[in-house]
C-alpha cells in the first residue's frame, strides 16, 4: 500500500515516520520517502 505523507520537511521527518510505523504490530514492514512524500 503507499500513501502520501504531507507535512515533512526532511529526512528526518521521513525517518520518524518509519519509526512510528514500525512500532505498530500489524506492520510489517515500512518505507518512507521524504523526496517523494510517500509512504509503503
Known amino acids: 500500500m503507499i500513501f502520501r ?7 528526518h ?6 519509526r ?6 500489524e506492520v510489517a ?3 518512507v520517502s ?3 512524500g510517500t509512504g509503503e
Not at 505523507?5 to 529526512?11: F, H, L, P, R, S
Open 20 to 25: 512510528t510505523l514500525g512500532q505498530i504490530r
Open 34 to 36: 521524504y523526496s517523494e
Open 29 to 31: 514492514s515500512s518505507r
Open 5 to 11: 505523507v504531507k507535512g515533512m520537511t526532511c529526512d
Open 13 to 18: 521527518c521521513a525517518r520518524t515516520v518509519e
